[in-house]
Nanobody, 126 residues
Framework: VQLQASGGGLVQAGGSLRLSCAAS????????IGWLRQAPGKEREAVAC????????YYEDTVKGRFTVSRDNTENTVYLQMNNLVPEDTAVYYC????????????????????WGQGTQVTVSS
């Protein structure tokens, strides 16, 4: 199982980035995939998650209306479109495979994610 996150970078406040998560080694359309982030000195948190068929999504409150998670199972890729970025979004962003059945608050729990990508740094300057 491999997950490869990419697309991070340095952007000014108000800008946008699109993260990609390339999945391999498992059947992507059998699993929900989450995006999680960890800022310096803070705990890792789930910011978005998309169900295996893409019909259900979860967003952490501070990113609702600004971030959009999507997936293309034919391309084995999950995306996180991030708009109107703020300095508080600065963190290392990870994509991870959600190992449980879809439920809330399960999608917010770090222990429910079994495989993780290596992370991509997002830095938002003010």
């Amino acid at each position: 199982v491999q997950l490869q996150a990419s697309g991070g970078g340095l952007v000014q406040a108000g800008g946008s980035l699109r993260l990609s998560c390339a999945a391999s080694g498992f059947i992507l359309d059998s699993y929900a995939i989450g995006w999680l982030r960890q800022a310096p000195g803070k705990e890792r948190e789930a910011v978005a998650c998309i169900s295996s068929n893409g019909r259900s999504t979860y967003y952490e409150d501070t990113v609702k209306g600004r971030f959009t998670v999507s997936r293309d199972n034919t391309e084995n890729t999950v995306y996180l479109q991030m708009n109107n970025l703020v300095p508080e979004d600065t963190a290392v962003y990870y994509c991870a495979r959600y190992s449980s059945s879809w439920y809330y608050p399960g999608v917010t729990r770090i222990r429910e994610y079994d495989y993780w990508g290596q992370g991509t740094q997002v830095t938002v300057s003010s």
